[in-house]
């Protein structure tokens, strides 16, 4: 227990997102943590502390809360250039899918990135990880999706790796070969598919890029039946399958992914009865992204009541990029999923945390505070863990653990 170990904190609260501990939050107070070769070894009230490793360092919570360190499973931190302009053009009244019809919107990010190299692209997208990690985010799922070739897919995978190497971060990455049709195969959608199957998909798996495979089901993207293909072959090659779904109109992709097993689906505006059913048989977690529904001035708010009735787990993501949500601030994520979609704080931060690690396919790993789990952890000046989603703009933050290891940003 405490006889054995690298390092405990004392006089902590946690907030340990357990449910078996059966209480909000999974809120234990007046406790006391160890930590031994980067997981959690033991938990238990500060009066019932017996021996401690006198070798231990100790660190004095002196009664600041604990939580598991915070997970963004949705991101496309990896690109070059902005949508500033395109910005002002939804504020003189383009939509997004205008902007995206007319050859902006995606694809003009397509042209910045496939300019870019791995390294510039470390170099752009390190604030925007480190911007979430400030807030302590300490596990970040990255897409790519705006390379859209077998080179600039691998070549954006690649610098999300390399964002994971040099940052003490734990980083998953998907492969979003399917975002978008790039302009050289315009009118032939599925010989495009068929690039994504036969050569991205394989080489991706084949280096270790990818731990999961991603799909743009939508209008303006790609159609049920060539989202089912990706799927097919992200099977074939034991990648996770994750999916942008239902945001902008209803093309049943949710029921398909979950059909296939899906980590995640996400965004779900549009999302009806007969895909949360699908969805909860499934397992599959449903990922909600309020920043983008806050920046494309959305109305149509996912069906939540629906989706708390059906059980099935609600994560809370930033879908931090730069076309449809610039937003690299998981609390204010949590803020606007309260605010907007009207989840409880501790959803939300569940969210953030316990769903969040099980849409990346790593519950068991991280997201909660429970013997055995990695020891990912936030240190916070806190009175009561729903302060998290409450306020945003100030940074309550003492410590952020990776590994049982202190790292401050
Ligand atoms: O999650 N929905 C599609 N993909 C992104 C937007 C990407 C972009 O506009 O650059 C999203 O919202
Ligand atoms: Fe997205």
Redesign the pocket.
């Known amino acids: 227990m405490f006889d054995r170990c690298d390092r405990i904190w004392i006089n902590a609260n946690l907030a340990t997102f357990d449910a078996g501990v059966g209480r909000a939050y999974g809120a234990l107070t007046r406790q006391a943590l160890a930590v031994r070769d980067g997981r959690i070894r033991a938990i238990a009230p500060m009066d019932s502390l017996g021996e401690v490793d006198p070798a231990a360092e100790v660190i004095d919570a002196k009664g600041g809360w604990l939580t598991p360190g915070l997970v963004d499973a949705?991101?496309?931190l990896v690109f070059a250039g902005n949508r500033a302009r395109e910005f002002e053009l939804r504020l003189e009244g383009a939509s997004y899918e205008e902007i995206a019809r007319s050859g902006g919107g995606i694809i003009s990010t397509v042209s910045a990135t496939r300019n870019a190299s791995v390294e510039d692209l470390v170099r752009l997208s390190e604030p925007r990880l480190k911007a979430l990690m400030k807030e302590g985010v300490t596990s970040v799922e990255i897409?790519s999706g705006y390379g859209l070739s077998l080179d600039d897919e691998l070549k954006m995978l690649r610098a999300a790796r390399v964002l994971g190497e040099r940052n003490p971060v734990r980083v998953s990455t998907s492969l979003l070969a399917a975002h978008a049709l790039p302009p050289e195969f315009e009118g032939n959608a599925d010989a495009y598919i068929d690039l994504v199957c036969n050569k991205i998909i394989p080489a991706a798996a084949d280096e270790g890029l990818a731990d999961a495979v991603d799909v743009?089901c939508e209008t303006i993207a790609f159609s049920p039946a060539q989202c089912e293909r990706v799927f097919q072959s992200a099977q074939e090659y034991g990648l996770g399958i994750r999916a942008?779904v239902e945001q902008l109109s209803n093309q049943h992709g949710a029921a398909l992914a979950a059909h296939y097993g899906a980590w995640s689906a996400?965004?779900l505006e549009w999302l009806d009865e007969a895909g949360i059913e699908a969805m909860a048989e499934a397992g599959t977690v449903a990922t909600l992204?309020p920043g983008?529904f806050y920046f494309l001035r959305d109305t149509k708010v996912p069906p939540i009541e629906l989706l708390r009735q059906h059980r099935v787990p609600m994560a809370v993501a930033t879908?931090l990029?730069p076309g449809?949500?610039p937003l690299a601030s998981i609390r204010l994520a949590l803020n606007m999923a309260c605010t907007l979609f009207r989840l409880t704080p501790e959803e939300a931060l569940a969210g953030a945390t316990r769903n969040g690690a099980r849409a990346l396919g790593l519950d068991g790993t991280i997201g909660q505070l429970r013997a055995g789990m990695q020891a990912d952890m936030v240190l916070w000046d806190i009175e009561h863990p729903a302060e998290l989603a409450y306020q945003f703009g100030v940074n309550p933050i003492r410590q952020r653990i990776l590994a049982g290891e202190i790292h401050n940003v």
């Open positions: 949705h991101t496309h897409k743009f942008h996400d965004h992204l983008a879908d990029n449809s949500s």
